[in-house]
């Protein structure tokens, strides 16, 4: 701990977001970043704590208190080394992850100022690369055998990394035209510069990974092929079914999955082009939003840019508690309380209990959405509370409706022995910090296994 006083003389300083103004006229980044004097101040912050609650936070058991001291000292190269060793892709999580650590960090607890790590993280990894310090490896010993990975989302990538530099031969295969996942085709630019991704692969490929697009991987039939071909195979093929809302109307033009929007409005900034009748486009459009979640939020951002009349988003659970302390919930666990992005600053009317009923047309277009008010009744018999209306149904105007209601978990068969799952296929839609954890555990389990062969 280099300052030991800091964190009663330094207060927590976010380096904040673009102006609203400014950042809805594009995809950019929206968070800005701290000069180098300042970032330092914020690394001293942290105590050094006996017990660091942030470790047991984080999935990928990061050790900010070391890397946020050799931060505060202007050890920049150290500080990376000792953030990679537990975080393959720092620049990613150091940008979107909601930073469990901060929550459960003791400063959290006792004035509600947390250290800043996710963006430690992030200065920590750019400084990294703008100074050379992340070369790829070229003392990596082949063992001779192969692995294949299903799916370069974040958790394929996290496996394929580490097997890699195990020394096994590493096929990447991907059905899409380009690695990354949700990193790619779900996160919006304005949260996660795709330049960052190709960054990344750039390094993987000099290190040896062998990646395959447009290669989708039937799950059943490909599987026992591939693991004969394989010493082992994993696979980390996401969650790729959204969840839909089969009520009367749902064929109307107007009505799409979030991921429709999302994904193709990356695509478009990648440079892809859609026909006008493929083009999904929120301009000049009243937009809602079902679902109130991460993902909507992202569809109320994309929204604006594309140039939006007005957005709503309705959630059919009740409002969270506001504040920062969950009382259900405790320090150091994660609080459940109201989340308001920088997609919600930049304008939305947000509404709980509310369930959809039918979605309403004109000659084949969406024209506005029957909802219903609800509210949330104890069971006198235990179990799940009891859905009941309140007041009357009314109408949303609405051009566009984007369903964002989550993901449904993947269900698989039993594969054979040297077939390992991981990321958001084995566990169910979560956060890119689990996906890496989960990739890195499931190398070291295929590690173990190849070993033992
Ligand atoms: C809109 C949105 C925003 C999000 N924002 C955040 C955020 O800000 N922070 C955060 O931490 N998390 C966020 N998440 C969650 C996070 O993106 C996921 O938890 C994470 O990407 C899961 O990683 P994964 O590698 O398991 O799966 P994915 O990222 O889904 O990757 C799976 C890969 O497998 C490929 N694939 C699937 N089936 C096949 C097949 N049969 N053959 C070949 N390839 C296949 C897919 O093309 C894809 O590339 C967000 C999710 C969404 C949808
Ligand atoms: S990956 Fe997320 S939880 Fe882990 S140290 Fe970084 S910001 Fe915190």
């Not at 958790?155 to 990394?161: H, Q, V």
């Not at 395959?212 to 790729?240: C, F, M, R, W």
Request: a neutral charge; glycine letters at 8%; aromatic letters at 6%.
């Amino acid at each position: 701990m280099g300052n030991p006083k800091a964190f009663l003389e330094i207060h927590r300083q976010e380096a904040g977001y673009r102006p609203i103004h400014d950042r809805i006229l594009d995809f950019g980044e929206v968070e800005q970043t701290l000069n180098t004097r300042e970032r330092k101040l914020q690394a001293s912050r942290c105590m050094d704590c006996g017990v660091p609650f942030c470790h047991w936070a984080c999935p990928l058991g990061n050790k900010a208190p070391e890397w946020n001291d050799a931060l505060y000292k202007g050890e920049w190269e150290l500080a990376y080394h000792l953030l990679s060793n537990t975080n393959p892709f720092p620049e990613f999580t150091g940008r979107i992850c909601p930073a469990l650590c901060e929550k459960a960090c003791v400063l959290n607890r006792f004035n509600h100022e947390p250290t800043t790590n996710r963006e430690d993280e992030a200065a920590i990894t750019e400084m990294a690369f703008q100074e050379g310090y992340i070369q790829p490896r070229t003392d990596i010993v082949r063992n001779g055998k192969k692995v294949a990975i299903i799916g370069a989302g974040p958790a394929g990538l996290a496996a394929a990394n580490d097997l890699n530099l195990l020394g096994y031969h590493v096929t990447v295969f991907d059905k899409n035209e380009a690695a990354g996942g949700l990193l790619r085709y779900g996160i919006p630019n304005f949260k996660l510069n795709k330049a960052l991704i190709n960054r990344r692969l750039k390094l993987l490929e000099e290190e040896g990974i062998l990646f395959k697009y447009n290669q989708q991987i039937s799950l059943t039939s490909d599987i026992n092929h591939l693991a004969t071909e394989y010493d082992a195979i994993v696979i980390a093929t996401g969650t790729p079914t959204a969840r839909d809302l089969n009520i009367p109307g749902r064929e109307l033009k107007g009505v799409h999955l979030a991921l429709e929007l999302l994904s193709q409005q990356n695509r478009i900034l990648a440079g892809m082009e859609f026909s006008k009748a493929e083009r999904i486009s929120a301009k000049g459009k009243d937009v809602l939003v079902i679902g109130g979640g991460d993902t909507g939020s992202d569809c109320i951002g994309t929204a604006h840019r594309q140039g939006c009349k007005s957005v709503t988003q309705i959630e059919i659970m009740p409002k969270p508690v506001e504040g920062p302390d969950d009382p259900q919930n405790p320090w150091p666990n994660w609080p459940r309380t109201l989340k308001t992005t920088s997609s919600h600053e930049e304008g939305c009317t947000r509404r709980w209990n509310i369930n959809t009923l039918e979605f309403i047309g004109k000659n084949g277009h969406l024209t506005g959405v029957r909802i219903q008010e609800i509210d949330w009744q104890q069971n006198p018999e235990g179990g799940r509370p009891i859905m009941v209306e309140k007041g009357k149904p009314e109408i949303i105007k609405a051009e566009l409706v984007l369903l964002a209601m989550g993901f449904l978990k993947p269900e698989h068969p039993q594969y054979p022995e040297n077939v390992l799952i991981c990321g958001d296929a084995a566990n169910g839609a979560s956060l890119v910090v689990r996906a890496l954890a989960s990739g890195r555990q499931i190398a070291a389990k295929t590690n173990q296994y190849l070993m033992k062969k």
